[in-house]
């Protein structure tokens, strides 16, 4: 059993699924983050939990 878990984006991408926009997902408890333009040949990073708590520190003090 996966457990990776789905591929999530902003609601602010426009809720539409064909919308392409930077992805994330729990890989266990990893964080990962894709961008969704490139389909199934897209790079997928992985990150550690810190940076990426890091990462939304920032994007809510700086919108």
Do not use: H
Not at 18 to 28: A, F, K, M, T, Y
Not at 35 to 45: C, F, N, T
Request: proline share 5%; charged share 25%.
């Amino acid at each position: 059993m996966s457990n990776t878990g789905p591929w999530r984006k902003s609601s602010r991408s426009g809720g539409n699924q064909d919308n392409n926009c930077v992805e994330v997902r729990l890989n266990g408890d990893t964080p990962q983050v894709s961008d969704s333009k490139l389909a199934d040949d897209r790079p997928i990073l992985t990150v550690t939990t810190e940076s990426y708590n890091g990462f939304l520190s920032w994007v809510k003090e700086n919108g």
